[in-house]
């Protein structure tokens, strides 16, 4: 998988059925936005290109639990942009599942860190479509909807997985992510560094200036939720600030 340009992603999490924003990944904190399926509509015709879509509940509970949710927007939409989704896949009949239902790329965190094996199975059955998710907290990748630490380093773990045939990383740095404070450039550049496959950046995102600097600290992307959802910032600006 390649972006042919640095690619703002907007985030469609899905919490109860509804579109959420969480603050550090804390299910206490989420605030609501409206269905999923107008959400996802107002990010393309805003121009998005790829949505990020999480399944929340599932992360957390370890199994897909808004699928209902999630296949309403691949109807709705699948066909007119990308789709990576995320949340509660643990298995290769659970990625095989999603793909087959129109998902473009499935996101393994949790099931990627206690079963690596399980990208190369994915990759094999379907090249190109499973992204690992490594979200970290002070350095350390995190797992089980971001409670429990696995002493892994993230730049490290990126490389394995590239070996296993993923297609991408999505990084993702905990300690900011939802709460507008700014990115972790240095982070995401070690990570980029480590390898070959695009990295796509998320947590933090404040300003169209921390999608630049995503951009120049290596990222192929960034995924982008609180702060759209706050008008800190629209779509199309952060599309022209990276188009520049």
Known sequence: M??????????????????????????????????????????????????????????????????TALGEIVDAVGESVGLQVGGGIRTVADAVDLLDAGVDRVILGTAAVETPEIVADISERRPDTVTVSLDARDDEVVVAGWTEGTGLDPAAAAGRYEERGACA????????????????????????????????????????????????????????????????????????AVAE
């Open 2 to 67: 390649q972006f042919p340009e640095f690619e703002v992603i907007p985030a469609v999490d899905v919490k109860d059925g509804e579109t959420v924003q969480l603050v550090g990944g804390d299910p206490e904190t989420g605030t609501a936005y409206g269905d999923p399926v107008d959400v996802a509509q107002r990010w393309i015709d805003a121009g998005a290109e790829t949505l990020h879509l999480v399944d929340l509940d599932g992360a957390f509970a370890g199994e897909r639990v808004n699928d």
């Open 169 to 240: 990383i999505l990084f993702t740095d905990v300690d900011v992510e939802g709460q507008l404070a700014g990115v972790n450039t240095e982070a995401v550049a070690a990570v980029a560094d480590a390898v070959e496959i695009p990295v796509i950046a998320s947590g933090g995102v404040a300003s169209v200036g921390d999608v630049r600097a995503l951009r120049d600290a290596g990222a192929s992307a960034v995924v982008v939720g609180t702060a759209l959802y706050e008008d800190a910032f629209t779509l199309e600006e952060a599309m022209d």
